[in-house]
């Protein structure tokens, strides 16, 4: 449901750059991304560090999009935002007590700090070839194709995600629950 949830703000970006243009894609992006701050803040009292991140990023290289009215700031945003997340990954594997994914999923599975370690270093290795793609894209290609990447790429990270889950399945295991006092009803 979280990742439903994500792709909202690039789902109305791509929809309205094929209907208005990059400049009201660009708004629609902003205003999507500080309402999802909005709920995020309310239902939760609180916002993850992905979608704070993702915030930033979409504020400043849009604003200045529209401040300047040049599409370039934009279109690097992608690779601006996958180059961060990939550093994050990588140095979580060498920095700090746990690797990002397993403080992320290390209360659902057990695995030792060498799996979790890979499955990050995949990750990163991940979002910089995502982090070149747009590069070339935005220096080579049409806008068009740039804004269907765009698209195509959240299908590409959640195909990501599932083949990073069955690797996982295959060297982690879930951790059961406690049992309750008395059994289990």
Known sequence: MQALYDLIPILLFFVSFKWLGIYAATTVLIITTVLQLAWQW??????????????????LF??????????????WKPSVLYVLFATVFGLSTVVG??????RTLGAQLQAPRAVWQW??????VFFLVLAAINAVLVLHFSRDAWANWKLASV??????AVLQM????????PIEPPETPGGTP
């Open 166 to 173: 069955f690797w996982l399945s295959r060297h982690a295991s």
């Open 119 to 124: 499955a990050s270093l995949h990750w990163a």
């Open 42 to 59: 309310f239902t939760r009292r609180k916002i993850s560090s992905m979608l704070l991140a993702t915030a930033a990023l979409v504020l």
């Open 97 to 102: 007590a746990q690797p990002l994914l397993q």
């Open 62 to 75: 849009g604003g200045l999009t529209l401040y300047v009215h040049d599409e370039r700031f934009i279109l």
């Open 155 to 160: 299908g590409v990270v959640l195909a990501f």
